[in-house]
Structures are given as structure tokens and as C-alpha cells.
């Protein structure tokens, strides 16, 4: 059986470090031919809206825009539902192929038999 990767970033600029390695993690299993979900909260969530994943610059680290195009290609993006309220963030405003969804989803996909959950 072949497993899934859920990973969830709660950092954005606050800490780039750990979202650059949320980011790249997830890339580097979707191009390994993982199924992977990941998922954009707390200050991650502004990554959700076009354009912002490429402000993010950190040395000697791939573009985070690459790497978030990567997942959106191989595999999916989502925006947590409560971080886009808080932010004022919509469906109408999100990159084309993030979903918004809430808890019960990432509890579904990260306690899925088949599933490994990292938190960023």
C-alpha cells in the first residue's frame, strides 16, 4: 500500500526557516511520487493568495513559489478554514487549486491508515 504525507506549516515569514522546510519537504515527496497534502495555516495562510509564496526569500533555499508550484501540480494545497477567516481570506481570493477546508479534514487525511503527518 502506498502512503500519503500530510503536512502542515504554521510558519510564514514569522519564521522561514520551518516553512521553507515544510515547503521543500513536501516537494521533494511529491516529486518522489508520494501522495502528498499540504496544508496552510496560522501564517502560512497568506501563501494561499497570488503572488505571496514569491515575496518569500530565504538563503540558500529553493523559491518557495517553485516549491508550492510543485505541490499544487502533484498534489494538494489547502488553506485552513479558520486562518482564511482570520485573515479575511475567500475561495475568490485563493491561487487556483488551493481548496479551503477545516479540521476534520486534515484529521481525516493525517489519521488515514496509508498516512504520515508532519507539523512545521
Known amino acids: 500500500m502506498k502512503r500519503s504525507l500530510v503536512v502542515k506549516v504554521t510558519a510564514g515569514l514569522d519564521a522561514p526557516e520551518r516553512c521553507s522546510q515544510a515547503f521543500t519537504v513536501a516537494a521533494v ?44 501540480a502533484g498534489g494538494r494545497v489547502t488553506l485552513c478554514t479558520q486562518c482564511a477567516a482570520r485573515r479575511e481570506i475567500t475561495g475568490k481570493d485563493v491561487i487556483p487549486g488551493v481548496r479551503i477546508a ?19
Open 29 to 72: 515527496a511529491v516529486a518522489g511520487g508520494v501522495d502528498v497534502s499540504l496544508w496552510l495555516t496560522g501564517e502560512s495562510a497568506w501563501f494561499a493568495l497570488p503572488g505571496k509564496a514569491a515575496e518569500f526569500t530565504l538563503p540558500e533555499a529553493a523559491p518557495l513559489n517553485d516549491l508550492l508550484e510543485a505541490v499544487l
Open 102 to 120: 477545516g479540521a476534520q479534514v486534515f484529521v481525516q487525511e493525517a489519521m488515514a491508515d496509508d498516512a504520515q503527518a508532519l507539523v512545521y
